[in-house]
């Protein structure tokens, strides 16, 4: 089976973000008085000390992926990977401190897909609701609406 030049890029992102990931774990013990998680709350479902940071992984995965496609596709897809900048660094910071508001959060979540948007040119326009698909024909409301449901995807 001959694996095709895509399939090898997301092979890259996807191996790289793995190592990473099981990097992180390996040195909880040096980052994780800082990285990791409380074992008490509702939505904990794992077993011990568990680094939080999991979100650099896969950006390291992602932008290192990307740089291995065809140049043209290569700068749109940083161009969309650079729009998750906002939700990457205050998720981050939300991970290190611990201190950021889910206000915060969800503020940044929804600026990552306002700039998906405008760096994509893809906004919602059907999403099978008869009466809201004519509202998401305006403009506007298709990219609020689109930037919102975005940024509410990763919150809890």
Known sequence: M????????????????????????????????FSNDQQSG???FHIGNTPRIGGVAIAIGFFVGAIFLPQGFSRSVILIGLAGF???FVGLTEDLTKQISVRVRLFA??????????????A???????????LLDYQVVSLLFTAF???GVPMP
Not at 109 to 122: D, E, M, N, P, Q
Not at 124 to 134: E, F, M, T
């Open 149 to 151: 449901a975005i940024g």
């Open 42 to 44: 509702i939505q904990k």
């Open 109 to 122: 979540t929804i600026l990552s897909g306002l700039l998906f948007v405008f760096a994509s040119g893809y």
């Open 86 to 88: 906002p939700a990457l």
């Open 2 to 33: 001959i694996v095709s030049s895509t399939s090898f890029v997301f092979l890259i992102g996807f191996s790289l973000t793995l190592l990473v990931c099981t990097i992180l774990v390996l040195t909880k013990g040096v980052h994780g008085r």
């Open 124 to 134: 919602l326009q059907d999403i099978g609701i008869p009466a809201l698909n004519l």
